[in-house]
């Protein structure tokens, strides 16, 4: 799986193939069917293997916020390990989790729910949560551009909306430009937190 995680990084996931995986290790392409099942094993493999990379840290139970900083660490890593695998983030929600995703889902629930809040608090925590990483992930992975590209689109855009229909967005868009590329990730996951408590 390691070696199906390096091609990945370095050639993306879609020239990824069980054909050139089995070239990279230097067998014959049947002798991978003794390792995984088909392709779709493969991937969710795959995606298990950047799960493992995802350090999850202990709660201070003296903290009454622990169980808040723990979480928070912890999606912090997760985008981390998305970051570094820009390519495991799409196979996050289409392949089946593996053991490590299992894990790490057992411990962002069972962290909630240490915390206090209900059950349902709990189930609406762990996906509001999820969400927000996986989702802010998937959009910044899908809106990559060639070095350069992204401004000249963003004036391109600009340029065809009507200033007066579309004020706020020029000047959104006009910040982006101007350099304020500040994430809105950290902010996000905090009023979440926030959220949970208030409402679990």
């Known amino acids: 799986m390691a070696a199906a995680v390096d091609l990945a990084d370095a050639d993306g996931i879609d020239k990824l193939s069980m054909r050139n995986l089995a070239a990279h290790l230097g067998f014959e392409v049947m002798s991978l069917y003794n390792h995984v099942a088909n392709k779709d094993d493969l991937l969710s493999g795959m995606a298990d293997v950047v799960a493992s990379e995802i350090e999850r840290v202990a709660i201070d139970a003296d903290d009454p916020d622990g169980w808040k900083r723990a979480l928070r660490h912890q999606m912090l890593e997760t985008k981390a390990a998305f970051e570094r695998h820009r390519w495991v983030v799409m196979l996050w929600v ?46 910044n992975v899908s809106m990559t551009f060639e070095e350069g590209d992204a401004d000249a689109i963003a004036a391109e855009v600009m340029a065809s909306l009507d200033p007066e229909r579309h004020e ?17 990730f950290e902010f996000v996951l905090d009023l979440l937190l926030d959220g949970i408590e208030a409402n679990g």
């Open 94 to 139: 289409t392949t089946m989790p593996g053991p490590a995703r299992f894990d790490h889902m057992e411990w962002t629930l069972s962290t909630l729910q240490a915390s206090g809040l209900s059950e349902h608090g709990t189930h609406i925590g762990f996906h509001a949560l999820t969400n927000h990483v996986v989702g802010f992930m998937l959009q």
């Open 168 to 184: 706020h967005t020029i000047r959104h868009i006009g910040q982006h430009l101007d350099g304020d590329h500040g994430s809105s």
